[in-house]
């Protein structure tokens, strides 16, 4: 068997964290990985200079879902000519396995794939809702994996081991944490200004990821509030500040949603209300269903209901439910899954 796997899709830290966890599973077992993504999007930021990659290849393509007329049409016919390159690349290393995580970045190497008579389709999808180019892809694949659809085989979400390992039950409320997602969260952004001032006369210490785009204005109010919180942009070792947390504030992207799960941090979840179908907020009500989280859309945020759950916020239970919520080891299978023919 060829000891070179393709892995393709990104867009956001949601998708490109699955393929990060994969390529450290793939490479533990000896094999190579080739990542293929795209120009626009995140996938530079998180892959270009890792050295885990034989090779890394960021095609010039972009998303067809909220485009029009011509727009969509070059899109499209773009993602058709890159997947003859990507076709190029498959031959060139006799690639017979190639792993999806999903977003428009995949595309191109996924239709390749399926051009390729020799070649294995596989598919994770993250979300609730299945998104628009794993619903197109979903009948050419040789299997797909999702902790929220019937059709996986494993439910477990590939969350870095790492989250488990850290693992706490909360039980005070000392430090609380607020996270944007990937990019950031501007609706998040803004409520933790609101409340700080109360949470600091709480003597509750303020984690807070602002996103890239948002990170100096954040900073610059807490210093006009004369909060001393830790504030950052993006970090790249995220569990350094969960860890500390005992609450949290949180969209509810998926890879974020189950990394929390792992850690055992109760949440307080905003779910980012363009998300595709809503997706989002399903991704959380299937925690709310459990009662293990909290749940608030955006344009009904109530800053007192937010300090009545502060009041008795239930942090023991809901850690430990969480522990029995997600399982490690979903790379692990997902991958074993991957290479068992
Ligand atoms: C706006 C949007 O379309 N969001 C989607 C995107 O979210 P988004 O890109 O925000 O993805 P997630 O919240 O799922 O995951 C973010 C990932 O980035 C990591 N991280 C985040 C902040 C930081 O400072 N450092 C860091 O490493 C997190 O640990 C996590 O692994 O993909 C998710 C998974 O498909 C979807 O559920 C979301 O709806």
Excluded at 45 to 65: A, H, M, P, Q
Excluded at 96 to 123: H, M, P, Y
Excluded at 238 to 262: H, P, Q, Y
Aim: hydrophobic share 40%.
């Amino acid at each position: 068997m060829s000891k070179i796997v393709v892995i393709t899709g990104g867009g956001t830290g949601g998708h490109l964290k699955i393929a990060d966890v994969f390529i450290d599973e793939l490479k533990n077992r000896g094999f190579e990985v080739i990542y293929i993504g795209s120009t626009y999007g995140q996938d530079r930021f998180w892959f270009e200079n890792d050295d885990r990659l034989k090779e890394k290849y960021f095609l010039n393509t972009s998303g067809v879902v909220n485009k029009k007329g011509f727009a969509k049409i070059f899109s499209l016919l773009n993602i058709f000519y890159k997947a003859l390159f990507c076709l190029k690349i498959l031959k060139k290393y006799n690639i017979k396995k190639v792993i999806s995580v999903g977003g428009f970045s995949a595309a191109s190497a996924s239709f390749a794939s399926i051009f390729k008579k020799d070649c294995e389709l596989f598919l994770h999808e993250q979300n609730s809702k299945i998104g628009a180019l794993n619903a197109k892809t979903l009948k050419y694949t040789k299997k797909a994996y999702s902790s929220f659809h019937d059709f996986s085989p494993i439910k477990d979400y590939p969350v870095d081991v790492k989250f488990f390992n850290k693992q706490r039950v909360r039980s005070e409320l000392k430090t609380i944490a607020f996270f944007g997602g990937s990019q950031g969260a501007l609706a998040i952004n803004n409520f933790a200004l609101k409340v700080a001032p109360k949470l600091n006369e709480m003597g509750i210490k303020i984690v807070h990821q602002t996103g890239k785009n948002d990170f100096l204005r954040v900073k610059n109010e807490y210093l006009k509030l004369g909060i001393n919180a830790d504030v950052f942009d993006f970090s790249k070792d995220i569990l350094e500040k969960m860890k500390e947390a005992d609450f949290c504030v949180s969209r509810s992207g998926a890879s974020t949603l189950f990394e929390l799960c792992a850690n055992c941090l109760p949440t307080f979840f905003i779910p980012f209300k363009y998300a595709a179908q809503n997706h989002q907020y399903y991704n959380a009500k299937a925690l709310f269903d459990k009662d293990l989280c909290y749940l608030q859309n955006e344009d009904d945020l109530d800053i007192e209901l937010f300090f009545d759950i502060l009041k008795e916020p239930n942090l023991e239970a809901i850690s430990i439910g969480l522990k029995e919520f997600i399982k490690p080891n979903g790379a692990k299978q997902i991958v074993d899954d991957i290479l068992k023919d």
